[in-house]
């Protein structure tokens, strides 16, 4: 497990929802400069606290949202990753870096499918699955498999957000 402490730099973020970004991608030639890199992702949805969690290439990350200023900018912190398989107290570490209740029912060491499915069973949280395109030199384009709505409530329940890319700044 990789520790995160005060020391640690945080990032100034912001997002943008869209049925498709590439329209944005064409203005700045972003879509002809680089090629893209794809990676499945599965971001765990907080509806309890604003904080972030994803898993990408078997590893765990949990980001904590510290503040967001007048026009949006979000401010995260690493706050936890390890790769799984997970020991019990590590996936435990992990739940409290989010701010939530310990699961339940976990055994000695914690594999990514018996993970989701402890996730499956928590009102808290709910996972995501997303297919991430990200070219060298630029941040992250997420095209969801489903559409989602952000769980802190910054968008309306119903609102149709299939796609979304992130960039820190």
């Known amino acids: 497990m990789r520790q995160f402490d005060s020391t640690n730099a945080s990032r100034w973020e912001w997002r943008t929802f869209g049925v498709t970004?590439?329209?944005?991608?064409?203005?700045?030639?972003?879509?002809?400069?680089?090629?893209p890199r794809q990676s499945d992702e599965i971001y765990l949805l907080n509806f309890?606290?604003?904080?972030?969690?994803?898993?990408?290439?078997?590893?765990f990350?949990?980001?904590?949202?510290?503040?967001?200023?007048?026009?949006?900018?979000?401010?995260w912190s690493p706050a936890?990753?390890?790769r799984f398989p997970l020991s019990a107290p590590m996936a435990q570490?992990?739940?409290?870096?989010?701010?939530?209740?310990p699961l339940t029912t976990l055994r000695e060491v914690c594999d990514l499918e018996e993970f989701l499915d402890?996730?499956?069973?928590?009102?808290?949280?709910?996972?995501?699955?997303?297919?991430?395109?990200?070219?060298?030199?630029?941040?992250p384009?997420?095209?969801?498999?489903?559409?989602?709505?952000?769980?802190?409530?910054?968008?309306?329940?119903?609102?149709d957000h299939a796609c979304g890319a992130s960039k820190p700044i």
């Open 21 to 35: 970004l590439s329209d944005i991608e064409a203005k700045i030639g972003l879509a002809a400069r680089i090629a």
């Open 48 to 59: 309890a606290t604003p904080h972030s969690a994803k898993i990408r290439g078997g590893v």
């Open 61 to 75: 990350e949990v980001k904590r949202l510290l503040q967001v200023d007048s026009n949006g900018l979000e401010q």
């Open 80 to 82: 936890f990753k390890a």
């Open 93 to 101: 570490s992990a739940v409290a870096a989010l701010d939530l209740r």
């Open 118 to 139: 402890l996730v499956a069973n928590d009102k808290a949280l709910a996972a995501a699955f997303a297919l991430s395109m990200t070219r060298k030199g630029a941040e």
């Open 141 to 159: 384009f997420h095209d969801w498999a489903r559409p989602v709505s952000r769980p802190n409530g910054k968008f309306a329940p119903n609102a």
